[in-house]
Nanobody
Framework: QVQLVETGGGLVQAGDSLRLSCAVS?????MGWFRQPPGEGQQFVAA????????VYAKWVKGRFTISRDNAKNMVWLQMNSLNPDDTALYYC????????????????WGQGTQVTVSS
């Protein structure tokens, strides 16, 4: 059973930074982050391959976010800079046995989510 536990969400002001963390029960999966803004569907944010060699981001990220992982610690992070109110959402850590892409709609494994709220 794969377990994903996100931490690091909170209430911040526009322009601030946050780092989300995800503790995963295994390091052999491809990892990523999705988000769900209020009243909207789930959106791809970023993904990283099993070895960490490749990353991919949603176009709207525009260089503001960085995904990283440490397989020795079974951890994945999402560093978010220059946050704006449109980034307000429930952020999910996700994992799959195949690479997660911007076109991926439903990764196999999901965490419970961590809320990020950005005030203007």
């Amino acid at each position: 059973q794969v377990q994903l536990v996100e931490t690091g969400g909170g209430l911040v002001q526009a322009g601030d930074s946050l780092r989300l963390s995800c503790a995963v029960s295994t390091s052999i999966l491809h990892m990523g982050w999705f988000r769900q803004p209020p009243g909207e569907g789930q959106q791809f944010v970023a993904a990283i391959t099993r070895t960490g060699d490749n990353t991919v981001y949603a176009k709207w990220v525009k260089g503001r976010f960085t995904i990283s992982r440490d397989n020795a610690k079974n951890m994945v992070w999402l560093q978010m800079n220059s946050l704006n109110p449109d980034d307000t959402a429930l952020y999910y850590c996700v994992a799959d046995i195949v690479p997660i892409l911007p076109t991926t709609s439903a990764p196999r494994y999901w965490g419970q989510g961590t809320q990020v709220t950005v005030s203007s």
